[in-house]
């Protein structure tokens, strides 16, 4: 088994960070991918997060009232070798380079 | 004749005393149909659909317990058109456009015995103000309503809008909270349109929440915050009818009580009642 971690993704409109209001999941469940994971509030709306990954839950960051920053560990994941061997062979710092990348492409319709 | 789809993006637009509303309209198909009537859903002041209901989970939370739901954003809120006469704002005529689009997109009354006839709402904050009216006037279609973040008060007739206006013309500070609270909330996103949330307040002027006025006879139940003071008077409105039920969220307050779980909970099991 391995373990896979999330950040707090970018909420748009500029959102640096986000208040947990509370956990949907807890450590030692199996959740499924888009379940219901967290809300989280920020200085415009309260929004929830959808799990981005099935697995079981290992650890999550942040108790309810507390800030977490855009980018920060929001939750870990325990998933099979095989599963995780394919997520981890694209490095995370190479994801933002490849979407300017592509977003030139639709400019030239 | 023409056919309208449901599914058509180009849906002819149907007019509503002649005039296209141009609301932004949305349907959210259940993979699994539980067979019962649509849920309507109406997002609060300088809100919208995707910010009070999709964000937030409603839509996922309703389409999993088999519900069919119909989304739409207020004139000059979200996708919808922000039009310059006064008029397109007022809640009477907002109604009128919200009965047109839903019988257009299949509701129908009422009839016994059938769980797929009739329509369903949850409204939040001044969408629980229009949920309550037109609850009131459309007794034959309207099955159950489930009202978050509702008061017996009216925040937007209780608006200055002369300080707000001053506020912008150079920045004098609005004395009255609410005032200020309401104006922070319509300013606070790029994508509210500033004159289209002040018409709306002016409108809303013109035709004052009175839930006394015309009170629904359907089976209602009232959602808030226990932190949410627009919602301290939700005792008030429950009073009014014998058909309510009421539910308040721990440590939630009005911006925070949409996405509570306990909330979304609690109005899927009651409107499947």
């Known amino acids: 088994m391995a373990e896979i971690s999330f950040p707090l993704p970018d909420l748009g409109e500029g959102l640096i960070e986000a208040t947990v209001l509370e956990w949907l999941v807890a450590p030692g469940d ?47 994941f325990e998933v099979p070798d095989n599963t995780a061997g394919i997520v981890g062979t694209v490095p995370a710092e190479e994801a933002p380079r490849r979407r300017v ?9 | 004749m023409e056919t309208h789809g449901k599914h058509s993006a180009s849906r002819p637009a149907h007019t509503v005393e002649g005039t296209d509303p141009q609301l932004h309209v949305g349907t959210y198909e259940p993979a699994v149909d539980a067979g019962l009537r649509p849920v309507l859903l109406l997002h609060g002041f300088a809100s919208s659909a995707k ?43 907002i109604r009128a456009d919200i009965l047109q689009l839903v019988t257009d997109l299949g ?52 608006f200055d809008l002369p300080a707000a206006q001053q506020y912008l013309a150079d920045g004098t500070a609005i004395a009255d909270d609410s005032t200020a609270a309401l104006l922070q909330m319509a300013q606070l ?13 002016e409108a809303a002027k013109l035709e004052p929440f009175d839930p006394a006025e015309a009170v629904p006879r359907m089976p ?51 409107l499947a009642q």
């Open chain 1, 101 to 109: 990348r592509l977003s030139a492409l639709p400019e030239d319709d």
């Open chain 2, 51 to 93: 910010l009070n209901w999709s964000d937030t989970g409603w839509l996922s939370a309703l389409n999993s317990a088999g519900r069919r739901v119909i989304t739409v954003d207020l004139p000059g809120h979200g996708g919808s058109a922000a039009p310059d006469d006064l008029d397109s704002y007022t809640p009477s005529r």
């Open chain 2, 107 to 158: 509701a129908r009354p009422l009839h016994a015995g059938d769980a797929a006839s009739g329509l369903d709402i949850i409204g939040y904050s001044l969408g629980s103000r229009l949920a309550w009216e037109f609850g009131a006037t459309q007794g034959e279609l309207v099955h159950r309503i489930v009202l978050g973040g509702a008061g017996g008060l009216d925040p937007l007739a209780a």
């Open chain 2, 189 to 201: 996103l790029p994508s509210n349109n500033l004159f289209s949330m002040l018409s709306l307040i």
């Open chain 1, 30 to 76: 199996q959740v499924e991918r888009n379940q219901p994971m967290v809300e989280v509030e920020t200085t415009k709306s309260a929004v929830e997060l959808p799990s981005p990954q099935a697995g079981k839950v290992v650890r999550i960051h942040g108790e309810p009232g507390g800030t977490i920053a855009v980018g920060e560990p929001l939750i870990v």
């Open chain 2, 220 to 270: 209602m139940l009232l959602i808030a915050g226990d932190k949410d003071e627009r919602a301290a008077t939700m005792g008030d409105l429950a009073a009014l009818s014998p058909a309510t039920e009421q539910l308040l969220l721990p440590g939630r307050n009005h911006t925070n009580a949409v996405t509570s779980r306990a909330f979304k909970h609690a109005a899927i099991e009651f």
